[in-house]
């Protein structure tokens, strides 16, 4: 078993910056990427950013250049630092840890957090 705890979230202004962290505790010898998906009103949940064990990153088009992703391995905790936030950023941010077991792959998810962008 994994437990994701996610903070960070909140209000922010239309350029304005925030902050999400997740750390894991529980069974995390067997996480092998952890990473951010995001839903907002209406749509389906999408991948935001993800990082490897190796420390290789992915991020979705719509995070380039504005979002990134990093970690404490120490901590056992990932980042997500968002820059330059637009409305369209508004969503319930998750944090997801894919985990590798004897018997398959398993999904974690943590609880979520709000980020609302608006004037």
């Known amino acids: 078993q994994v437990q994701l705890v996610e903070s960070g979230g909140g209000l922010v202004q239309p350029g304005g910056s925030l902050r999400l962290s997740c750390a894991a505790s529980?069974?995390?010898?067997?996480?092998?990427?952890m990473g951010w998906y995001r839903q907002a009103p209406g749509k389906q949940r999408e991948l935001v950013a993800v990082i490897t064990g190796g420390g290789s990153l992915n991020y979705a088009d719509a995070a380039k250049g504005r979002f990134t992703c990093s970690r404490d391995i120490a901590k056992n905790t990932v980042y997500l630092q968002m820059n330059s936030l637009n409305p369209e950023d508004t969503a319930v941010y998750y944090c997801n840890a894919q985990y590798r077991a004897a018997d398959g792959r398993y999904d974690y998810w943590g609880q979520g957090t709000q980020v609302t962008v608006s004037s």
């Open positions: 529980g069974s995390i010898a067997g996480i092998f990427a």
